[in-house]
């Protein structure tokens, strides 16, 4: 095992990753060097215990840092990504990619989102931070068109590849910081009924906000797990013409003080 101390040792992380309705698992180990000893007698044990494992990751991380993950991905068995199902949506999510580990109150949350949206078959719409696509694509078959960006390229990937295998094509995934998309997006003059925002905890870039503002959508959803940072955006967003109209919390993680909060906000 890795010390942090000493700055020794070599596995640094185990993650384990299951599919919460197909059953796939995704085992990553995290080292400090690329070398494991005797890992393929480990695999060998591991997939006869544990037949659902349907890939086995490498993650190198050799750096003095608090970060789960480096930036080094191999595959030691298998496919690099595990299946499961979302929504009615089937998505591939690979070792970096970001899927919420509680599926079943994810589906309430994300439901709950789309069903706070006054979106029809004419909408176009935006989901920011949008990951896999998880939520893109759960919106696809209630608007005209639906926009992913996301600033992790294998994320992208992923959501590309998710949009092919459920036949949607009505959505388009962007790689870019959010911020800086809305600076795109603004400057093309791309007209947008309802943004969908899922940011990280450290909540919205100012750079995003502002371009959201003078996109002008006339709705925001914000989907946030801090609700500090959110919050702190939503209080900007009403100084600049926004309302909370609606908020309802999520619990994701049972037995912690952590909450999910999904928000409304309406254009005055």
């Not at 990504?81 to 079943?104: C, H, K, R, W």
């Amino acid at each position: 095992p890795y010390d942090e101390k000493e700055q020794s040792g070599l596995i640094r992380n185990l993650v384990v990753r299951r599919g919460h309705h197909s059953g796939e698992i995704m085992v990553i180990l995290v080292t400090t060097r690329p070398k494991i000893f005797r890992v393929d007698q480990l695999i060998e044990q591991l997939i006869k215990q544990f037949p659902a494992i349907k890939s086995v990751m490498q993650n190198i991380n050799d750096q003095n840092t608090n970060a789960i993950f480096g930036k080094e991905w191999r595959t030691l068995y298998g496919q690099d990504y595990i299946t499961d199902q979302m929504l009615g949506n089937s998505f591939q999510i690979s070792g970096p990619a970001f899927y919420q580990v509680n599926t079943e109150m994810a589906e309430k949350l994300y439901q709950t989102a789309i069903d706070l949206a006054h979106i029809n078959q004419d909408s176009v719409v935006l989901d920011a931070y949008c990951g896999i696509g998880t939520i893109t694509l759960s919106l696809a078959k209630h608007v005209k068109k639906v926009y992913g960006v996301e600033v992790v390229p294998q994320a992208i990937e992923d959501a590309k590849n998710n949009a092919l295998l459920n036949k949607i094509d009505n959505a388009e995934f962007v790689c870019d910081d959010a911020g800086k998309y809305m600076v795109e997006l603004v400057k093309k003059n791309t007209h947008l009924d309802v943004v969908f925002v899922d940011p990280p905890r450290k909540g919205c870039s100012e750079e995003f906000l502002e371009h959201l503002l003078q996109a002008s959508p006339k709705e925001i959803i914000y989907i946030s797990c801090d609700v500090a940072t959110q919050a702190r955006d939503a209080k900007y967003l009403n100084e600049h013409g926004y309302t909370i109209t609606h908020c309802q919390p999520v619990d994701m993680f049972p037995h912690t003080f952590h909450v999910e909060t999904v928000c409304l906000l309406s254009r005055k």
